[in-house]
């Protein structure tokens, strides 16, 4: 778990799903804000992998947004884990 709290921390977030007006809130529209939501992977590599490509291919998450495949403490076994931010009202 230490290699995954270790890329949590060292994952630049991606600026993307930023909305202009959070950056500078005005005071009507001072309560929205961005909130990070985690995503995790485990299983096997092939399945991992394979949800990984299908995310990409419905346009949720590029292959790249994920970390590269950790091996858990469970034999035969690995997970991946996306950051992302989400506007939250």
């Known amino acids: 778990m230490t290699q995954v709290h270790n890329f949590v921390e060292s994952q630049n977030l991606p ?3 930023l909305d202009p007006a ?10 929205p804000r961005r ?4 995503h995790l992977l485990i299983g096997s590599p092939k399945t991992v992998s394979s ?3 299908y ?3 419905i346009g949720y998450a590029s292959i790249g947004d ?3 495949l950790l091996p858990t403490t469970n ?8 950051i992302r931010q989400i506007l939250m009202p």
């Open 15 to 17: 600026t993307e799903d």
């Open 22 to 31: 959070s950056e500078n809130p005005s005071p009507e529209n001072a309560s």
């Open 35 to 38: 909130e990070p939501i985690k």
């Open 51 to 53: 949800t990984i490509h």
């Open 55 to 57: 995310l990409q291919v």
């Open 66 to 68: 994920w970390s590269p």
């Open 75 to 82: 034999p035969g076994e690995v997970m991946s884990i996306l």
